[in-house]
């Protein structure tokens, strides 16, 4: 319930708090989950793991990021196929 109050948990680096929609990440992440997210610079993004990316069109997505044809492209994995 949105009470109009920020939540505050001290020494949590977290920019934001999002609801995953969507079995695409199941079992590993299932729809009805919060997650804490933060901003991270595209240069230090790890693949293999599990990020947030919003696209261009504002489009948001819970995703494996894997390297693409080149440096410049990504290729966006769900756990479940």
Known sequence: ??????IS???????????VFGDSMSPKLSGGEILGIKQLEKGKVMF???YVVQLDDKEI????IMPGKDKDHWILKSENE
């Open 1 to 6: 319930i949105h009470s109009g109050k920020t």
């Open 61 to 64: 997505w819970l995703k494996y």
């Open 9 to 19: 948990i001290p020494n949590l680096d977290i920019h934001a708090f999002i609801n």
């Open 48 to 50: 293999g793991e599990i």
